[in-house]
């Protein structure tokens, strides 16, 4: 077999429509010029135009754009970052403003040279946001910032709308898949922002076609559940480059669409699930369900009393 056979073929489903409208091209324009970096771009989504062009939403990372882990699935530059931008918060709140944003998604490159993991930056973005877009809801999406509790407490306090960090695999692939992050870590870390805020909504993701079986799937949901996370995102994995892992298998719409109606018998307040979907993809979305899910839960337990 030749080494162009051993590559799947991307089926038609995966196939995007590219917008480049002024909504696209005013929205790059701007985060050149106020000097920031989007997951959008640097981690290549297959999102951008729709989510550029048409929804207007955008995903920020903050802490600059060099990671200092190597994910054999993620795209993003890894190196030695550069030292703290602290008038960065300001920029992605002045940004925010501008563009009007309903929802926004901060996320940021993991950064393991720093003692609290990049924590203080991004409970001052959450803030400084906060000031003003007061009527903005805001979702993190950090990395595990080590494990370290007082990291993580910091952010918390920092009280954004939704907590979301990713899992990205099922147990038995992360070693495989992700750099110093774990499974069980991943998931501590979930469970201790629910503990920490219990009436903010924690999330997670998980990319599939890296090999997993369908019961390894449904036990990461299990894992998810135990560990109280209210929303869920399923997505294809896609090779950002020859270099990182391949693609093992695409999944069918169909199918996924069978992995969203399991995880909702689970208990999610909401699932995202399709070839397409990443953590941030539909966000907006995702908010208004976990905030009605929860005000459905108000009124049952009310009624109950």
């Known amino acids: 077999m030749s080494k162009k056979e051993e590559h799947l ?29 989007t997951v959008c771009e640097e981690a290549k989504c297959p999102n951008i ?5 048409v929804r207007r939403t955008a995903t920020f990372m903050i802490l600059g754009d060099v990671c200092t882990r190597a994910c054999r699935f993620c795209a993003v530059k ?25 929802h ?14 990049g924590a203080a930056v991004f409970a001052e973005t959450v803030r ?13 999406l950090p990395s595990d910032m080590g494990g370290i509790e ?32 774990t499974y069980d870590r991943s998931l501590e870390f979930l469970r201790r922002a629910k503990e920490m805020q219990p009436d903010i909504p ?21 894992d998810l559940r135990v560990h109280n996370v209210d929303i869920v995102t399923i997505g294809q994995y896609l090779q950002p480059s020859k270099k990182h892992l391949k693609v093992q298998k695409y999944y069918h719409p169909d199918e996924f669409a069978e992995l969203r109606d399991i995880a909702m018998t689970k208990g999610f307040s909401h699932c995202e699930a399709g070839p397409l979907v990443r953590s941030s993809y539909h966000a907006d979305e995702q908010v208004n369900a976990a905030t009605k899910a929860k005000q459905k839960l108000g009124e049952v337990e009310t009624l109950e009393a």
């Open 9 to 37: 073929r991307k089926p038609d489903w995966l196939k995007i429509k590219l917008n480049t409208n002024e909504n696209y091209t005013g929205l790059k324009k701007m985060m050149r010029e106020k000097k920031l970096h």
């Open 150 to 181: 007082e990291n993580l407490k910091m952010l918390m306090d920092a009280r954004p709308d939704i907590l979301n960090h990713n899992i990205e695999t099922v147990k038995r692939l992360t070693p495989r898949v992700r750099a110093r992050a």
């Open 49 to 53: 135009h729709e989510c550029w062009a």
């Open 104 to 117: 926004v998604v901060v996320t940021a490159v993991a950064r393991d040279d720093l003692k609290d993991g």
């Open 78 to 102: 890894t190196g030695l970052p550069t030292e703290l931008d602290w008038a960065e918060p300001e920029r992605v709140a002045d940004s925010v403003q501008l563009m009007n944003l309903k």
């Open 128 to 140: 400084a946001i906060r000031r003003k877009s007061p009527f903005t809801s805001i979702e993190v």
């Open 202 to 222: 924690t999330k997670s993701s998980i990319m599939i076609g890296l090999g997993e079986t369908k019961e390894e799937i449904i036990e990461a949901m299990d």
